[in-house]
């Protein structure tokens, strides 16, 4: 595929671009031009199996420097697999919220819990009902709330240790300075 461009080594005007690969190559003498090009382009590729997977690499709008890994990309939705990833969070500590009768600021916290959470690959290996519980008790504490991890461990039908265990790594992991519960009433009695 010549681009209309001339080589710096021989100046033969035989330039292959390969834009799955990201390079550019002069054919004559082999030299390589550009590589890591970026393109704007989205490609698809067929396995075995007929089923059909974009290639290349997502960076989000989000993200600082490079991508870190491939995206995951759902064909025919149009959706990566983050956004679908904090759209479930947000359905699960929505529900879960609502049980507890918490207001929108205390889900909107709890999501950004668990959002800083994902960043920090802390998901990764853990049930998602642990984490979104653990996202809304840090929640509770920082917000000053009533509830216990036993209430949320009630509601969910879950272990109060194994939510207890996931609720401490991620407020260690998160380096989250959480007051204790005596605080509040400490705080209560003096006002």
């Not at 759209?87 to 709890?110: D, V």
């Amino acid at each position: 595929m010549s681009s209309g461009r001339k080589c710096n080594n021989c100046g033969s005007a035989d330039i292959e671009v390969d834009n799955a690969r990201g390079d550019a190559v002069c054919t004559n003498c082999g030299s390589v031009l550009e590589d890591n090009i970026i393109v704007s382009e989205v490609q698809f590729e067929e396995n075995a199996h007929g089923a059909a997977s974009a290639v290349g690499q997502f960076v989000a709008s989000d993200s600082r420097g490079g991508a870190t890994a491939y995206g995951k990309f759902h064909v025919g939705t149009g959706t990566e697999s983050r956004e679908v990833t904090l759209r479930k969070a947000r359905q699960g500590i929505t529900h879960l919220c609502s049980q507890l009768r918490l207001n929108n600021h205390c889900i909107e916290t709890a999501c950004n819990f668990f959002k800083m959470a994902l960043i920090r690959n802390l998901t990764r290996g853990r049930r998602n009902t642990h984490i979104y519980a653990a996202c809304v008790y840090i929640t509770c504490r920082t917000e000053g709330t009533s509830h216990l991890l036993i209430d949320i461990s009630d509601v969910l039908q879950i272990c109060c240790y194994e939510l207890g265990r996931t609720y401490l790594k991620l407020s260690q992991s998160l380096c989250l300075n959480i007051p204790s519960i005596g605080e509040y009433n400490r705080l209560d009695r003096s006002i």
